[in-house]
């Protein structure tokens, strides 16, 4: 049995890591890609997870596998090809360590799984089901993502979805609204940024864009993260926001899947319902996930940035003493 099995993109992210002694850009090779580095949180923190995806028979995807098995995470999913290069993102970071990324996937090996290929039988053992938007950009990965979701539905799986709008992936921005919504319309659990609230709705009130949300598509639990202010939530007409932590953050990339992976993991351990969920218990969730993505920013990368759940329970420990 699986506590999470996730379908996606896993990637390399090369990160700035200084100047070479010429005064060239110096890039660290991490590994990455949203819906894997969920995974690694979660199986960091002891949870079983399983990962479904493609990489190329390059150097870059063997070492992606390497590094996932080493977290932790079953790759019995992941598909190699000799067709397809593993996909690849430069991370561009400003002063504040808020990044912006260019991808090298025209196409990448994630775009290309197959819906033959994709490993049912890993979904239908696990409790959670989770994707992002970016396996559907392209076919034939976008068929693969709506069987999996559509199995995974069928067998009771609680589906937890992540727009992660990455605006250079998509070729039209209709069709990338198009697919995020078909994620909102099949999701239980849906986390997001401010921005892509606005891109969905065209409202930036945090109350009104989730009830919109909320209303059309039925989801039982929004979550906007909110950077360094932490996170608002709308469990069904109730919400609120959980303030975050303050850390000096260096690169923000992988955090909002730390905090993503954090409120999962939350999740798991009360085995509740969305019927029986009231907000203390909903609140507590929140600020460990806070924590978990507040900590994730302050070291380069994503997966090699996620946190342990003792430095995450030390920060919470140490805010609510203060």
Request: glycine share 12%; proline share 4%.
């Amino acid at each position: 049995m699986y506590d999470v099995v996730a379908l996606g993109e896993v990637l390399i992210d090369f990160t700035p890591a200084g100047q070479s002694e010429l005064g060239y850009t110096l890039f660290e090779r991490n590994p990455g890609g949203a819906p894997a580095n969920v995974l690694a949180a979660l199986a960091k923190w002891g949870k079983q997870t399983g990962f479904i995806s493609k990489v190329g028979l390059d150097p870059h995807g063997q070492y992606l596998i390497q590094t996932l098995n080493e977290c932790g995470i079953d790759t019995r999913g992941v598909v190699s090809s000799n067709e397809v290069n593993t996909t690849l993102a430069f991370v561009h970071l400003d002063p504040h360590g808020d990044r912006s990324f260019s991808f090298y996937r025209k196409p990448g090996a994630d775009t290309q799984l197959q819906k033959e290929e994709v490993r049912l039988d890993m979904i239908g053992q696990s409790k959670i089901f989770h994707f992002g938007s970016l396996s559907l950009t392209d076919e034939p990965a976008a068929s693969a993502t709506r069987r999996a979701l559509l199995y995974a539905k069928e067998q009771g799986c609680t589906i937890s979805f992540d727009p992660n709008l990455r605006i250079p992936l998509w070729d039209d921005l209709d069709h990338a609204r198009k697919m995020i919504e078909y994620g909102l319309a099949r999701a239980d659990i849906v986390k997001l940024s401010e921005e892509e609230l606005t891109f969905l709705t065209g409202v930036t009130d945090l109350e009104e864009g989730s009830r919109m949300i909320g209303e059309k598509f039925g989801t039982s639990l929004i979550l906007v993260t909110l950077g360094e202010k932490g996170a608002f939530y709308r469990l069904g007409g109730k919400t609120g926001s959980v303030g975050g932590y303050p850390v000096l953050a260096i690169d923000t990339t992988g955090a909002g899947d730390a905090f993503f992976g954090g409120f999962l993991y939350g999740w798991m351990d009360r085995k509740i319902g969305f019927e029986t969920l009231n907000e203390e218990d909903l609140r507590t969730m929140i600020r460990f996930a806070n924590a978990a993505g507040a900590l994730a920013t302050t070291r380069r990368g994503a997966i090699p940035a996620m946190p342990t759940l003792e430095e995450i329970r030390k920060v919470t420990k140490d805010h609510d003493n203060s």
